[in-house]
DNA sequence: CCATCCGCCTAACCGCGGTTAGGCTTTCGC
DNA sequence: GCGAAAGCCTAACCGCGGTTAGGCGGATGG
């Protein structure tokens, strides 16, 4: 009887160690900038030496990528899937909203990371997380355009309302602080009405 | 009133050099990203050698930050004093807001290195560019609070609109195109019923 | 018309940092 | 238990790129 049979795994515990990395990278990324951090800088955070790092990455670059594919990936897996549940456009609109600011603020450190260091991803990866945001975009504009048709939103073009909307959502990362101004509830609902009931033009469809 | 008589006078041929060089530093970096950008790169595309960059920047990051200079200075020099003029809070916003959008466009390229090269600025230049562009939000805050006690504006908080406005005006200058989607004038006026019209709260106060 | 400075050159430096080589200890699966 | 891999170490490499040194021609302004 192991006390935790699935962390005692080899390849469980690979897995964590990988992901410990990953966020400690990520931490750093942020603070310094990706360019400005070495892979020994990387190591002391984590407490071993640079060239050990190697044995769970094959280059820099790949723990960047790894960074940007939690930010890409994971808020198409969790969040989009609310576009496909039940209700009308303009709730399930207002449901993305929310998951879309809940992860932006649990992976804060990691979009920080992903919104300006894309330029540092090689073509290839890059390409690929290309992908998953265009992906996205798509499916809140599909979102916009079905509430378009069904009179709840009243923007002019569906397309230039998914820009605005989410380059509002995706500043959010940039200036939250936890310890001052408002809290996460007060802006994820402020959020909600300022884009949902008032940009979208869906104020009675909320309630 | 000392006018220019042309360009021949060495101070402003030098000057011109100088422009010329952060200009095409501007381009060569929002292509590649500032860390992936040598010296010689920018020295090439200019048509000198590496080491001649030297007689006209002491290092590589004070090009760098003439850049952002640009795209945080000229846009307090040139659309705050808008804020300034006669009218309502809502008409003056509209007018900001057409003025910001057209400055994005205007250095777009600029722009796009302003908004991600941050990390590489020392710290000293980073905390001016940080003044400049905490005094443009703290400017429309106010002007968005006057909307709101002048009627105008419905919103729920000043602050939380104001960091909404700005990054959904801000993340203009990173997914527009000129030769496909809308015009840059059905954009601009797009956005201006989307913010000040609908976001806002002052349908009615702009016609 | 001349002294001067500007602008650019060639050549080289040199330190940082990503990466590799190779070996030791620990730990897990069988 | 035992072989084998995982995981980490020390040591060193080495190329890239920012930066410096020093010189040359030609425009400039007095």
């Not at 920080?112 to 265009?134: F, N, Q, T």
């Not at 995706?170 to 300022?194: I, K, T």
């Amino acid at each position: 009887m192991t006390q935790e049979p699935l962390a005692s795994s080899r390849t469980a515990r690979t897995r964590l160690r990988r992901e410990e990395i990953v966020t400690t990278a990520a931490r750093t990324f942020a603070d310094r900038g990706y360019a400005h951090v070495g892979m020994r800088d990387i190591a002391d955070a984590v407490g071993i030496r640079g060239a050990s790092l190697y044995h769970h990455f094959a280059a820099k670059e790949e723990i960047l990528y790894a960074v940007c594919l939690t930010v890409t990936r994971e808020p198409c897996e969790e969040n989009l899937p609310l576009l496909d549940a039940a209700g009308t456009p303009a709730r399930r609109t207002a449901m993305l909203v929310r998951a879309h600011l809940r992860h932006l603020y649990r992976r804060r450190v990691e979009h920080l990371v992903g919104l300006h260091e894309m330029a540092s991803l090689s073509p290839e990866h890059r390409a690929e997380i290309d992908g998953h945001r265009r992906y996205y975009q798509r499916r809140v504009r599909d979102v916009i355009t079905a509430g378009m048709r069904s009179g709840e939103f009243t923007v002019p073009d569906a397309q230039l309302a998914t820009f605005g909307v989410l380059d509002m959502l995706n500043g959010f990362s940039g200036w939250f602080r936890d310890d001052r101004g408002l809290s996460l509830d007060d802006v994820v609902e402020g959020y909600v009405e300022l884009v949902v009931g008032r940009m979208l033009g869906a104020r009675g469809a909320l309630d």
